[in-house]
């Protein structure tokens, strides 16, 4: 079975993101294959903890991967204060004499969002809406990295996550958990200060914001699973994220200086993309006269590059609004319109994209976050539930198709949702040994025995 067979039997994906279908990524040659260790949003430790401890793992892992692409160049990109993480790294790099070079990043936000990781690394700018291949690279998760090489050395399919939980917790923590564990049983893990609380699955910027305790009952651990933060219901975060699009269209009718520092400080505008929130917010008052398309593209077309990292409203704007809401907003109004946008295949980024990095600390200082600031994990907890929900869905694409029925006894790694072969997707396995208790439309429940 070669490398590729191998990855879509394990049922890989991007560990950190969207949950791209690894096995498609890496169907290809690249000059460039980058491991993304910057931990991208603040408060995140999962990568962190993976490098630190398994750092031998990752390194063979990577030479697995550039020896598939013919990549000549393999980098591991973290921030360059994670100090005891870069010397574990440069350690396994010697021991297995490996051409691999690290690159330390500097602490800003979104340092790791893969088109800044290969601008910083390369010096190129990937195409709007674009991939990384389209300028010779492949970028890829710390725990995707060392999932293939559990794949390839162990055979070992994705039944299990380590994540962290922060924030009103006792202390930060990491937990090794099987996929489907339930996210209630992962933050009592952690011993919460508060009872009544609200999570984001994933960080403070681009994670999923759960207020209603019958939510977050239905959430559970999956291949992308990569953090929890537990905060109190009223905190700013949450209250925001319950603003409505069209509260959020009054707001910036009435309220926009056009001060122009969402775009200034937009990390794609800085890579060269076509992208000036400003005048996005600018002609949100026009939306109903406009009649003709092209008029439209040149008033909203903007909107389509924002790739949704929140620095533009939770940072930039002084008067608190929300540009990414509006640029979410008018993508979904311009999907309705069948407007296609022209790309910039070419862009190169701005003489200022260095110096209009924003720091995490004052991110964190404005996100009110400051008070679980600088908190690490240093415990990893394994826990192993009564029962589990693995969703059918974890990643980018079409559902798996269930293959179990109800009473069907499973054991770990077992095949129990099978990619469908029809579009995007990939398998799902059995993380516990247990009786298949339900099969639904959205994923399978398993009890142990």
Known sequence: MNLI????????VGAGGAGFPTHIKLNTKAEYFIVNAAECEPLIETDKYLCRTFADELIKGIMIISNHLGASKSVIALKGKYKTEIAALKVAIERNN???EIFEMRTFYPAGDEQIIVQQVTGKSIPERGIPIEVGSVVDNVGTVIGIYEAVSKQKMVTDKYLSVVGEVAE???????????IRSCIQAANPRITDYAIILGGPMMGRVFSDDTLIDQQ????TTGNIIVLPKDHYLIKRSKVTIDRIKHQTRSACIQCRMCTDLCPRYQIGHQIKPHLVMRNVWRENSIKINEEFIKSFGDAVNCCDCGLCEMFSCPMGLSPRRVNQYMK???????IM?????????????DVSKVPTDRLIARLNLGKYNGLHA?????????EVF????QHIGKPAIAIKATGDYVHIGELIGSADDTGLSTNIHASVNGTVKEVTQTGIRITLN
């Open 5 to 12: 067979e191998t990855i879509k039997e394990a049922g890989i």
């Open 98 to 100: 490996a051409e691999i």
């Open 172 to 182: 930060p923590i990491m937990l090794k958990v099987p996929l489907g564990t339930s």
């Open 220 to 223: 559970y651990v999956t291949k």
């Open 332 to 338: 979904g109004k311009l999907r309705e319109k069948g």
């Open 341 to 353: 946008v022209d790309k910039n295949v070419n862009p190169v980024a701005r003489a200022s994209v």
């Open 378 to 386: 240093h415990t990893c907890i394994e826990l192993t539930p009564d």
């Open 390 to 393: 693995i969703p059918l869905s």
